[in-house]
């Protein structure tokens, strides 16, 4: 189903909102890019050691010569049927800041409306495209879990892992065209910083913390997209072709479609997971 381009999903917005926490979320929307600050500047490097918390920012990597015409992928991602239960855990180490409460553990988060979060959508057969390296990707520890789940930053580009939570952590990724990472991260240690060359996703955990699970998404091209807590996703500006579009999520697997992707048109492309 194709519509006329919608001017806020083909142009630049900008847009300031609150979050469930009440934290101010600023975002701006540009063929190819995505940023969004969780309060602060966003200057990490002006944190003060031991008692700031670094500020988490979140971005989507991006062409280093974006372009502004081409259309416009957009789409939900529904679980079909009774969504799962949801798997718990205890805490058992470090619970004065872990807690002691029973917890989710994140790998399928289903809305009310059955739409999956944590999807990664990517254009498979995208042109090449060089990338920005200077736009970094980010994941925080807090409250000893990865923040946000899913992460996506561009091949060649600095990862950076935040250790908000004052205590030990260890990186350890799980890799396999990337060479792996395995780093203990202090509680002095704020920022520890890889750089992944090979496009790829693949799981980081803590081996400290054995609930702590994330997934690093490394972009050879900006036609990506994570959806979000209703399951939806949209990726602007992508060139006019045929393509084959992927589904993955880390418990569901992995679907793919055709697509035809007309310049300067909507493209709607929802698909669903089941059991």
Aim: net charge negative; aromatic share 6%.
């Amino acid at each position: 189903m194709e519509d006329e381009p919608r001017r806020d999903r083909m142009n630049g917005v900008n847009s300031t909102v609150k979050d469930e926490g009440g934290r101010v979320i600023r975002w701006m929307v540009v063929c190819g890019i995505v940023v969004m600050g969780c309060g602060g500047s966003g200057n990490d490097e002006n944190a003060e050691p031991g008692t700031a918390d670094v500020p988490l920012e979140i971005t989507m990597p991006v062409a280093l010569n974006p372009t502004t015409t081409g259309g416009t992928i957009q789409g939900a991602v529904l679980f079909d049927g009774s969504p799962p239960p949801v798997k718990t855990f205890d805490p058992n180490k470090d619970t004065e800041v872990c807690g002691t409460s029973e917890r989710g553990t994140e790998d399928v988060l289903i809305g009310a409306n059955s739409g999956i979060k944590n999807v990664v959508v990517s254009v498979t057969n995208a042109p090449i495209t060089e990338m920005d390296v200077s736009v970094k990707g980010m994941a925080d520890q807090k409250g000893c879990m990865f923040t946000p789940r899913v992460v996506q930053v561009a091949a060649g580009a600095p990862m950076v892992f935040l250790n908000n939570d004052r205590i030990f952590h260890n990186i350890h990724t799980r890799a396999t065209v990337n060479p792996p990472v395995n780093k203990a991260q202090p509680k002095f240690m704020k920022r520890l910083v890889a750089t992944f060359s090979e496009p790829e996703i693949f799981e980081v955990v803590c081996d400290v913390h054995s609930w702590m699970k994330g997934w690093i998404v490394v972009q050879e091209h900006p036609y990506f997209a994570v959806t979000d807590e209703n399951g939806q996703f949209t990726m602007p500006c992508i060139p006019a072709g045929i393509y084959t579009l992927r589904y993955w999520h880390e418990t569901f697997g992995e679907q793919t479609t055709e697509v035809t992707v007309t310049d300067q048109k909507i493209l709607t492309a929802d698909i669903s997971f089941s059991e």
